[in-house]
Each structure stands twice: as structure tokens, then as C-alpha cells.
T-cell receptor, first 117, second 111 residues
Framework: GAVVSQHPSWVICKSGTSVKIECRSLDFQATTMFWYRQFPKQSLMLMAT?????????EQGVEKDKFLINHASLTLSTLTVTSAHPEDSSFYICSASGPYGSYNEQFFGPGTRLTVL | DAKTTQPPSMDCAEGRAANLPCNHS???????VYWYRQIHSQGPQYIIHGLKNNETNEMASLIITEDRKSSTLILPHATLRDTAVYYC????????????FGAGTQVVVTP
């Protein structure tokens, strides 16, 4: 149990376009979802916390107007990278918590690799 | 949440036990120690967590010192599939799951 999926697994887009990444909890309701970004040979960096039905909370230095997060249901959160540029190329990973009533029990998705040309 | 310190890398022979240390000298009483690992180009995978007692599951054992300032993750019989970056994270119970990942330890299991 506690499976988290992401779609797409990889995406290539042109500079200036927007890209939407979906994160789904498949067999549980996620009260909270998190979005991370990981550059090559670096660790994961937390971007934002997403709670169902409310606005996302962004970490310092993350542009909320560039990285739009929507958590419309207890099983789906989306991250939209608006007007993507080559420097946004990265590995984006989501995680979800709440399957066993504990916010600290997090399960991660497989990640989405974004390449902006 | 307390900062954790891990060695940047370590090698381990296949079939042998891998002992991964983690220092968290400033950990507070309400902080758990979590271990995750990340195989190349995949999302992190939960391994184990604990507060002050030693813990064991089907993947690993977690040994936490009595003063809680350090811990060791033990992979009892390392396999090539255990090659990954291992992250030790200290997290308060009221942190609402906001993990802050450090650099981790790159473990390479060799035949």
C-alpha cells in the first residue's frame, strides 16, 4: 500500500511554455503533499507544501507565480511550471503523507524529469 | 529540526553488513530519526525511523545511541540493489512532514 504516482515520468518542452506535473496517491487519501526539486548530483530541495483545499505554502526563494500548485482533491496535487526556461530543467519529486494518520509518514513518487530546451 | 551529518560515501561488499553512521548531536527530545534512500533517478524510499529505541524491519535495523546524538543504519546483508544515496533526517513530530534532505551517503555495494 501507500503508492504515489507521478505523470509524466519525463517531459521535454520548449522555453516559454508551461508544463503540468501530476502527483497522485493511489491507495490512500493524502492530507498533505510536498513538492521537491533535485538538480544533478544534488540533494532534494523542498519547494512547497500542498494541503487539500487550501493554498500551497512555498519555501523561501521559490517563486509561487512560477511554480503553481493545486491540490484539488485528497488524491491529486499538480505542479505547473509556467513559462519554463532551461534553468528550470530538473527532477521534480512529490511526496504524500497521511495514509496512517501521521503527517510524518511520507511516501514519494517516482519523479518527473523536466528538460526545457 | 536538528542538522544531521553523514559521511559522503562508503563502499560495501555484497553479502556483508553495511553500517551507515549519522550524527545528530543537536537532536531534541521530540525529534525522530528517519532514514530514506534514493536509487539513481528514482524517488526516495522509506527505510525505517525511530525515536529512542532500536528498531528493526524487513529492510534494516536502526540503532540509536542512548544519548540520541547519533545513530547507525544497518543493512544486514547488502546486495547490489542496495547501491543508493542514503539520507538520515531528524524531524520533529510537529513538523508536518517537512523533510529537509542533507547530502546523504552514497553507498556503493560491490560484488
Amino acid at each position: 500500500g501507500a503508492v504515489v504516482s507521478q505523470h509524466p515520468s519525463w517531459v521535454i518542452c520548449k522555453s516559454g511554455t508551461s508544463v503540468k506535473i501530476e502527483c497522485r496517491s493511489l491507495d490512500f487519501q493524502a492530507t498533505t503533499m510536498f513538492w521537491y526539486r533535485q538538480f544533478p548530483k544534488q540533494s532534494l530541495m523542498l519547494m512547497a507544501t500542498s494541503n487539500e483545499g487550501s493554498k500551497a505554502t512555498y519555501e523561501q526563494g521559490v517563486e509561487k507565480d512560477k511554480f503553481l500548485i493545486n491540490h484539488a482533491s485528497l488524491t491529486l496535487s499538480t505542479l505547473t511550471v509556467t513559462s519554463a526556461h532551461p534553468e528550470d530543467s530538473s527532477f521534480y519529486i512529490c511526496s504524500a503523507s497521511g495514509p496512517y494518520g501521521s503527517y510524518n509518514e511520507q511516501f514519494f513518487g517516482p519523479g518527473t524529469r523536466l528538460t526545457v530546451l | 529540526d536538528a542538522k544531521t551529518t553523514q559521511p559522503p560515501s562508503m563502499d560495501c561488499a555484497e553479502g556483508r553488513a553495511a553500517n551507515l553512521p549519522c550524527n545528530h548531536s543537536t537532536i531534541s527530545g521530540n525529534e525522530y530519526v528517519y532514514w530514506y534512500r534514493q536509487i539513481h533517478s528514482q524517488g526516495p524510499q522509506y527505510i525505517i525511523h525511530g525515536l529512542k529505541n532500536n528498531e528493526t524491519n524487513e529492510m534494516a535495523s536502526l540503532i540509536i545511541t542512548e544519548d540520541r546524538k547519533s545513530s547507525t543504519l544497518i543493512l544486514p546483508h547488502a546486495t547490489l540493489r542496495d547501491t543508493a544515496v542514503y539520507y538520515c533526517i531528524a524531524l520533529k513530530t510537529d513538523s508536518w512532514g517537512k523533510f529537509q534532505f542533507g547530502a546523504g551517503t552514497q553507498v556503493v555495494v560491490t560484488p
